[in-house]
């Protein structure tokens, strides 16, 4: 559990008289910013950028020369091609190393080329409304429960005034009872009801059974039971024996992006099939209960949410399916200390388990944005905007240290924006650093709004909303940007193949109409 990147903790602690006991006053303020990190450009991530482009090289060189062949074909008469025919007759030699290159060159091609990955759906867990926490039973519901003093109480308060949930988010069952019942069975049922809820309505828009099912990809930060999360769904809809299950635990909320990575690898290498993505989060075993204000952010921020993705890399998909995979572009910090314990699961003095949130949590998550936009720009921006930003980039490396770097215009290179609701700051910041328009970061907001932040399964509650409200159309491209625990920041970009209306049983399908709302500050 992650993401929750808005808010910094500052605690003074003043002695007292009598007893030891002791005064605390609690500072919230809005965390320091993320770095300028359009301003400050490494050229060894661009390099890498580059280098994935200059892969597909061998493509890029046979479009040019088949061009050319077929513009010279379609140029002869009937004359030149006899003569051709003749000449070919007595040059049996050559036309058998000719015939020999081009059989030998287009089975290289076909046998390395990437198999195309088609999302053919994918839908979003909706809990009852019985799960509701709207900000006054929260709050009540924290106070009875007897574990927060004072201190943590108000903490807690000003945490959600500005977090930028409304009251429509949900909280397991457990967290509703007094005293909470936070138990491994209370966990599974969680567990349950939102990977199950996602995947009934997920087979029921997409008339694929369970059967089909070739690969199956589960990602869960904190609830890692045995038998897996992936073991319950297989024994749940009776999937095949054979099926490559994968369970990934303890990643964060950029998860989900490293599960359709993992998936879109697998179906290069397993041919006509099917494979599920499920993303999700739980929360019941990992609410926090202690008064360490570092961890108790998480309680305020994240809610119950999940999502099952279905793709596929069968050619005859491509005309029922949504869209198609273009990227997905992967960053890892966790090299340096620094990153690797910014979001970390321990205990408290008391005992008491939770994950505790850096106060370099934002600088942290902005030099790993840094490294990941800048890969992936060589990738999807325009030719123009490349040569402009490569261009600069050099002379500021050979003749000008202190010229500004050319800053790229990611709006031309992406139509929709679908930024991790992990905290109202983070999504603040993104919009300044990448020069967004309200309507870009719109999805985000209002899905931190409805939902909370459900960690790696926030991306498509975004994406369903842009579907909600008729904007996704046939070639519109989109990018996912999600951080995870490690530290990680990973982007996955698809393309529509059609104008995209939302799915039946859509988690915005009630209140769609509502929205924008204004959030307020």
């Given at each position: 559990m992650d993401g929750a990147a808005g808010t910094q903790v500052?605690?003074?602690?003043g002695g007292g008289g009598g007893g030891g006991d002791e005064t605390v006053g609690v500072q919230i303020q809005q965390s320091r910013r993320l770095?300028?990190?359009?301003q400050s450009v490494n050229l060894k991530y661009v390099k890498l950028g580059y280098h994935y482009l200059i892969s597909h090289l061998l493509t890029l060189c046979l479009i040019p020369v088949m061009a050319v062949i077929l513009i010279e074909v379609s140029q002869m008469n009937p004359d030149d091609i006899r003569q051709l025919w003749q000449h070919l007759k007595y040059n049996l030699v050559s036309v058998i190393i000719c015939s020999a290159v081009l059989v030998f060159g287009s089975t290289v091609y076909i046998m390395t080329r990437p198999r195309p990955v088609y999302l053919v759906d994918y839908s979003c867990y909706k809990a009852p409304e019985h799960l509701k926490a709207p900000y006054e039973r929260f709050m009540q519901h924290s106070r009875l429960t007897g574990d927060f003093d004072e201190s943590s109480l108000e903490f807690q308060r000003k945490i959600l005034e500005r977090s930028g949930l409304g009251d429509d988010t949900y909280v397991p069952e457990a967290m509703h009872q007094l005293p909470p019942q936070p138990s491994m069975e209370a966990a599974r049922e969680e567990a349950?009801?939102?990977?199950?809820?996602a995947l009934?309505?997920?087979?029921?828009n997409t008339s694929v059974k369970p059967k089909k099912i070739g690969v199956l990809v589960v990602n869960c930060s904190l609830f890692n039971p045995t038998p897996s999360l992936s073991a319950m769904i297989v024994n749940k809809y009776k999937l095949r024996g054979n099926i490559r299950s994968f369970n990934l635990g303890g990643m964060g909320c950029s998860a989900g992006v490293i599960a359709?990575?993992?998936?879109?690898?697998?179906?290069?290498?397993?041919r006509n099939t099917y494979a599920v993505v499920v993303s999700?989060?739980?929360?019941?075993q990992n609410w926090y209960f202690g008064n360490k204000k570092s961890m108790l952010i998480p309680n305020c921020l994240f809610r119950v949410g999940g999502s099952a993705v279905l793709l596929s890399n069968k050619s005859v998909d491509r005309r029922r399916a949504k869209y198609k995979l273009v990227h997905v572009v992967r960053t890892h910090r966790g090299a340096d200390d620094k990153a690797f314990r910014c979001v970390y699961q321990e205990q408290d003095d008391a005992g008491k388990t939770g994950v505790s949130l850096s106060k370099d949590l934002m600088a942290i998550a902005g030099g790993a944005l840094k490294t990941n936009i800048t890969t992936l720009g060589p990738l999807v921006l325009p030719i123009s905007e490349q040569l402009l930003f490569f261009g600069t980039l050099i002379i500021k490396k050979i003749f000008n240290k202190h010229m500004k770097p050319y800053i790229p215009d990611f709006k031309l290179a992406f139509d929709h924006f679908?930024?991790?609701?992990?905290?109202?700051?983070?999504?603040?910041?993104?919009?300044?650093?990448?020069?967004?328009?309200?309507?870009?970061?719109?999805?985000?907001?209002?899905?931190?709004?409805?939902?909370?932040?459900?960690?790696?399964?926030?991306?498509?509650?975004?994406?369903?909303?842009?579907?909600?409200?008729g904007r996704m159309r046939k070639g519109n491209k989109v990018w996912q940007i999600a951080?995870?625990?490690?530290?990680?920041?990973?982007?996955?970009?698809?393309?529509?193949?059609r104008n995209v209306k939302p799915s039946s049983n859509d988690p915005w399908g009630d209140c769609i109409d509502r929205y924008p709302v204004k959030v307020v500050s």
């Open positions: 500052n605690t003074v602690n770095p300028d990190f359009l349950e009801q939102v990977m199950f809820g009934d309505k997920l087979f029921a359709v990575d993992l998936a879109k690898d697998m179906l290069q290498v397993h999700t989060e739980n929360i019941t679908c930024i991790h609701a992990g905290g109202r700051a983070v999504i603040d910041e993104l919009e300044k650093n990448l020069q967004l328009t309200q309507v870009h970061v719109e999805a985000s907001r209002m899905t931190l709004h409805r939902f909370g932040n459900t960690s790696s399964s926030s991306i498509w509650y975004e994406l369903a909303y842009i579907e909600a409200k951080f995870g625990s490690g530290f990680k920041c990973n982007s996955a970009v698809w393309q529509a193949l």
